[in-house]
């Protein structure tokens, strides 16, 4: 058995290929072997980025949408003031959503392949994202 030097599982000595990543294990150099480190942290950078919309997404849905406006309606005061709150949030956490998108489209310039499905994730977040903050702003358009 000897290690993938991408993915670090385990393989068999004679494998061409590496049975979990797919790469070509007879012709290793460093330069692959960065570009696939580089890939890594990539791929991290954008979970990571999506994972944190997400949270700024939710956080404004809970305090701004429905924690505010819960405190506000029991003290008998009526504004906008939550659902503005929450129209900005919602815009930080597309922001970030964006960013996330953008760091995929950074890397393929570099020529590091990211696989596609590495945007699920942030475009999922930040259609929802969108469509949250739309419904707010016909809210507020609609009186
Ligand atoms: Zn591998």
Redesign the pocket.
Known sequence: MKT?P??K?K?DDDSKF?P??G?NLTKVTKQAIALSEEETKIKNRIQALANLALIVFFGGLIICDWLLNVLLGAMNISTKGPIYLSCAVYLVAGAIALLAIYQYFLVKKKGIAVENHELVVPLGVLSVIVLVLLINISGVLMG
């Open positions: 993938c991408y993915c599982k393989v590496c979990f990543c790469r």
